[in-house]
Every structure is written in structure tokens, then in C-alpha cells.
């Protein structure tokens, strides 16, 4: 069998003998653009780089009152699926979610007001796994907490079952109660420097802050106790700047935003639109646009220009949250890159041909360096001079369409959402069969390195179903 080098190395041995060449060349140095129109298309992009629209390593899903999970589009809010999960015909009963977020062990877990329970889905393909063993009374929003996850049980006032914090492990099985005061939201935050938990109080409303190391360790982040307010909050969410984001329910819908130290940077009164009566969620969105949704349906803010456009109607949502659903399995491994880390992998999406929804991501990357996509059914190892380690092997395809060529972000990540019928190869494209196992790599520029001026991601597995 032939091994199959990318263009822009030499093969270290014949191909058809096997022996060394019998003429000594120089090998050219690693580069991503190795042919006239490859260098075109990639001067294009760096030209244009940050116009295109970034492929998401996350899914956006909605929660809505009647049982399903609505998808949306996590760059600009387009609605991509009406039911998602309906969890109606997954669990086999009445529900009513509130919140879904990617949960321990790559499991979804969906926290359902109408049954008082945490729901246990497959991260892959959904399947329902059973509920928490935790038991809970209006269970509402959840943020990963060390291995396992923090759940905001609004419980009674008075009863068996008080308002708290729950923190469950990987299992559900409880490891600790925090007694707080009317709970609605909570999420990962860093406060004044401080790793912790930020929870949403409805009234009076509060902000709080949990410190990661000792969550009864509270203080408070802001408050409008004492004020005068038809407000409540209900579910908050974090911005990309660092700040934080709280739905105000109640007249009038209103959005208050604060700096990681707690301060009010601004207040966005919404009774300008008729159309919003009643808030419960805000979601930034990868274009800045915030997403609205309540009680009158699912909305788009433009801050720059307080634009508000209704994208659905006769629907109730509750909440937003961001859900990796990861498939493969990485292996081999990469090589250091100037970051002094190796290149990572990972994939998430559904294993379903039929579905046609995966998206890769290369992590740990130098930022703002350029990179692409590689492909092959046949693992392989090749450490290659002053190139890092290529884990594929026979027909090598390369992801290197002008839309394809990806930029590192500012958090070292890059993505492409993968056509499963367009493979390419070496001269044209097939499409993944059901059965079928295709290895990943990410091929990226790393100049700042001192020996190469390109690397390899470690490979990641992926069989299809």
C-alpha cells in the first residue's frame, strides 16, 4: 500500500521499493499554501479574514414551555429546527423544560418543571437515558460545576423542599444543599478575579455570587432590594466581553447588564416593543445580536440600532443554553506546537449520515494563525522533519476551499462544519455511507515555532452510523 503524504512534504522513502530515493533532494519546509491557486485562495482569506461567518463548536437550543427543544443558529439566531428533541415522545410523558445544558460524561441534561425532575439524554444521538436520582421540586437552571453540576432547585417557601443549590456529581447523586433565597439561574463566573457561580434571585432582585472553592461562601453580586420595581429575574447568561446578562420578567420586560465587579453598565427598557410583554431569557449571540424569548415567542435585539424582529410566535420559551453533543474519539498523539501544548481535536453533531450535521474543531492552536481540515478512512503515523505528526495515511483529502480555510480565534479554536456528502480526496468528493469510520486531523501554520512553520492536530475517529 502507498502512503500518501500532503503536497508540500517529501516522501521520506520511495514509494514503490520502499528504499530511501537514490537522489537526495531538500525537502521545502511545511507550508498550507503549496500551489498557485492554493497561495490565491489563502491571500484572499487572510485579506478577508473574520468576514466569513465561524462554524460553531456548540448547539443552541431553546426550551419551550409545550416540550420541545427548539434549535437555533448560534451565529445569528436563524431558527434551524421547530422540534430538535421532542421530549414528549423521547421520555414517553408530560414535560415541561426549562433548561438543557451539555451534562458530565458527554450526556445532554434537560431540567423539566412539569415532572420535578433532571433528564438524562445521550449526547451523540438523544437517546433518553432516565432522570437524576436526585430528587427536586421546580427544578430550573444548571451550570457545570467540577466533574459533576449545580442545580437550581426554587423548591417551596415552606415545605419539605427548600429553595437551594444542589450539587450533584457525574451520577446525579448529591453531594451538597446550599439554602439560598428564591432561586431562578445559575452559571459559571468570575467575579472581581474569582472563580464561582453567579445565581439569579426573583425577588427581591439579586444577583449572587458563589465562591468555586466554598459555595456557601456567598456574597452579594447586585441587589434591588429596598427599590421600588415591578421586576423579577429570571434566567441570565454570560456575554462574550465578560459581562453578565439578566432577563427582567414582568412589566416592563426589561434587560439589565453588569461588569464582572457588579456594576450596572446598562438597562435596556423593552416596553418600546408592544410585542414583548413578558421576558424570561437573553442569549449574546455570535453576531453580538441578543435572542429574546418569553412568553410571546422568540425575538432578535440589534442593540446598535434597539431593532427588534420577531422570528416565532404561539411558542413559550424559558430559557437558552449553548450544548456540546461531541462525537469521535481522538488518537494519536500531536506534537508540541509554540504554544509548548499539543493541537487537540474534537467534533460534535450527530453520527447520523442522514443528519449531515457535524462540525469540527481544532483547539489549542496559535491564534490568528490559518489552518485546514484533513481527511482519510486509514490511520496512520508519519512524524515528519519539521512538520509534527500526520495520523492519516492512503488517500489523504484536504478541506481547502477558499470556505473552508479556517482562522484560529483568539481562544486558539478552529471550526468547519463538514459536508458528510462531499468528502474530498485527492481529485473529487464521496460521501460518507452509514458504517462507514473517516480519522480527522487539522493541518495549521505555527510560525512562531522555532523548528516548523506548521503543525498537526492529534487525529480523531469518527464512525458513522
Not at 101 to 117: K, Q
Not at 288 to 315: M, W
Request: glycine share 10%.
Amino acid at each position: 500500500m502507498t502512503n500518501s503524504v500532503p503536497d508540500g512534504f517529501v516522501r521520506p522513502v520511495d514509494g514503490r521499493s520502499g528504499r530511501p530515493p537514490q537522489r537526495a533532494r531538500r525537502a521545502p519546509r511545511p507550508t498550507l499554501f503549496h500551489s498557485l491557486g492554493n497561495w490565491l485562495a489563502w491571500a484572499v482569506v487572510c485579506a478577508f479574514a473574520g468576514a466569513a461567518e465561524p462554524a460553531s463548536a456548540q448547539r443552541l437550543f431553546g426550551c419551550e414551555q409545550g416540550g420541545v427543544l427548539i434549535e437555533f443558529d448560534p451565529f445569528d439566531g436563524a431558527v434551524k429546527d421547530l422540534a430538535a428533541l421532542d421530549l414528549k415522545v423521547l421520555v414517553g410523558a408530560p414535560v415541561g423544560p426549562v433548561e438543557a445544558v451539555s451534562g458530565p460524561r458527554g450526556e445532554l441534561w434537560v431540567s423539566d418543571l412539569a415532572s420535578d425532575r433532571v433528564l438524562r439524554f445521550d449526547g451523540a444521538d438523544f437517546a433518553y437515558l432516565g432522570e437524576l436520582p436526585t430528587s427536586f421540586v421546580n427544578p430550573r437552571g444548571m451550570a457545570p460545576f467540577g466533574e459533576g453540576m449545580v442545580v437550581v432547585n426554587s423548591g417551596f417557601i415552606h415545605g419539605p423542599s427548600q429553595p437551594s443549590l444542589v450539587h450533584v456529581d457525574d451520577a446525579g447523586q448529591t453531594l451538597a444543599v446550599h439554602l439560598v433565597s428564591s432561586p431562578t439561574d445559575v452559571v459559571p463566573y468570575t467575579h472581581n478575579g474569582t472563580n464561582g457561580l453567579v445565581y439569579s434571585v426573583s425577588w427581591p432582585p439579586t444577583i449572587m455570587f458563589a465562591d468555586a472553592n466554598d459555595l456557601s461562601n456567598q456574597s452579594v453580586f447586585w441587589s434591588l432590594a429596598g427599590v421600588s420595581t415591578g421586576h423579577f429575574f429570571d434566567m441570565i447568561s454570560g456575554r462574550q466581553n465578560g459581562n453578565l446578562l439578566a432577563a427582567a420578567f414582568t412589566q416592563p420586560p426589561a434587560i439589565y447588564e453588569f461588569a464582572p465587579s457588579g456594576t450596572l453598565v446598562r438597562f435596556t427598557d423593552l416596553s418600546f416593543q408592544p410585542s414583548i410583554t413578558a421576558l424570561r431569557a437573553v442569549h449574546e449571540l455570535g453576531n453580538g445580536n441578543l435572542l429574546l424569548g418569553g412568553l410571546d415567542g422568540v425575538f432578535l435585539l440589534d442593540e446598535s440600532t434597539q431593532t427588534v424582529t420577531q422570528l416565532l410566535s404561539d411558542v413559550i420559551l424559558r430559557s437558552f443554553g449553548e450544548v456540546r453533543t461531541d462525537i469521535g474519539a481522538p488518537y494519536c498523539t500531536a506534537l508540541p506546537n509554540s504554544l509548548g501544548v499539543p493541537g487537540s481535536m474534537s467534533a460534535f453533531g450527530k453520527r447520523l449520515t442522514a443528519r449531515n450535521d457535524v462540525v469540527l474543531t481544532a483547539s489549542d492552536l496559535p491564534p490568528l494563525q490559518f489552518g485546514i481540515f484533513i481527511t482519510s478512512r486509514i490511520q496512520a503515523l508519519q512524524v515528519l522533519p519539521n512538520g509534527g505528526s500526520l495520523c492519516l495515511g492512503g488517500q489523504i483529502g484536504r478541506f481547502q476551499n477558499l470556505e473552508q480555510i479556517f482562522q484560529v480565534d483568539g481562544g486558539g479554536r478552529g471550526s468547519l462544519r463538514v459536508d458528510l456528502a462531499a468528502i474530498p480526496q485527492t481529485n473529487w468528493t464521496v460521501a460518507v455511507q452509514p458504517g462507514e469510520t473517516w480519522n480527522f486531523q487539522a493541518w495549521y501554520r505555527d510560525p512562531a515555532s522555532p523548528s516548523t512553520i506548521s503543525n498537526f492536530t492529534e487525529g480523531l475517529e469518527i464512525a458513522f452510523q
